[in-house]
């Protein structure tokens, strides 16, 4: 039992119709909220937010009874578990490679962290996609869950889904085909992050100078090599410093360190998934 003025009570609140998950720009007292009427507010979401602690806690009144001297209400009190994925939401490997999961994290509508379960497994050795769900509940018993698709590829082979956000055909035909005339199959535009539709589109060198630095158009998710040669009829090697480039958007740049600068290069670039 408390006591307090119509103004007050209950206090230490305050009330806003709505969700925690978007919280109200205007939070009123009690009254000023449902307008001396609490009934008006049975059946709508809202949100009271106990000031003191600076929680926020979704609620919906169901009922409200009586008159005068007495009366109830009854309510059922809401909630919201936040699941967010770290890493991408699809993504693919190559068979054989390995996939180290990034995981998730979650929390609830009162900022406090859960755990989160993930089931499902993926067999690198087996082309296919595998799906991967992530759960989380609070200790009131409100859940939610979210998937992560992972595609284990071919050599030659494009994630279906990443066909058809395209408009391509998904089967592993439609990877080998060059659909915008670039000279570059799907399956080799997906492996360098280009558009498989747009023919302007395309993996290549963007500028080289006469020093040996080179730029290119870089995607995240992608790791680049850089191979150099001083007479096209000897094989490329690896240029100094050139191994495992990590991305970094929009684009890459490298310069060959070598000493003495040969008087002729030629330059190979090699892209890969970041597995």
């Known amino acids: 039992m408390e006591s307090g ?5 209950p206090v230490n ?11 109200p720009a205007t939070f009123k007292t009690w009254y000023a909220w449902n ?16 000031i003191a602690e600076n929680i926020y806690i979704d609620i919906k009144f169901t009922s409200f009874t009586g008159s005068g001297g007495g009366g109830g209400f009854t309510y059922e009190r809401a909630g919201y578990v936040y699941l967010s994925l770290k890493g991408s939401q699809k993504t693919a490997i190559s068979r054989y490679g ?3 999961d990034p995981g998730a994290t979650a929390s609830n509508s009162a900022g406090e962290t859960l755990s989160v379960t993930i089931n499902g497994s993926i067999d690198t050795n087996a082309p296919g996609d595998y799906l991967l769900t992530y759960s989380a509940t609070d200790t009131l018993g409100f859940a939610t869950t979210t998937n992560r698709l992972v595609s284990v590829l071919e050599t030659n082979q494009a994630p279906s889904w990443w066909l058809a956000q395209y408009n391509l055909g998904t089967n592993i035909m439609d990877s080998l085909l060059d659909s915008d005339a670039d000279g570059l199959p799907n399956w080799a535009e997906y492996r360098a992050g280009t558009n498989p539709t747009n023919a302007l589109s395309v ?8 020093n040996g630095l ?3 158009p870089s995607v995240s998710g992608r790791v680049y090599s850089v191979y150099r040669t001083t007479d096209l009829s000897t094989p490329f ?12 958007p929009p684009g890459n740049t490298f310069t060959n360190t070598e000493l003495p600068l040969p008087s002729t290069q030629f330059f190979k670039l090699d892209v890969r998934l970041n597995e």
């Open 5 to 9: 003025s119509d103004n007050s009570s």
């Open 13 to 23: 609140t305050e009330w806003a119709y709505g969700s925690t998950s978007y919280l």
């Open 35 to 50: 307008g001396y009427d609490p009934q008006s507010s049975t059946g709508q979401a809202a949100v009271v937010h106990l």
């Open 98 to 100: 390995s996939f180290t």
């Open 203 to 210: 993996f290549r060198v963007s500028a080289i100078t006469a």
């Open 214 to 216: 080179l730029q290119w």
């Open 237 to 248: 090697s690896i240029a100094p410093g050139g191994s495992n480039l990590p991305a970094g």
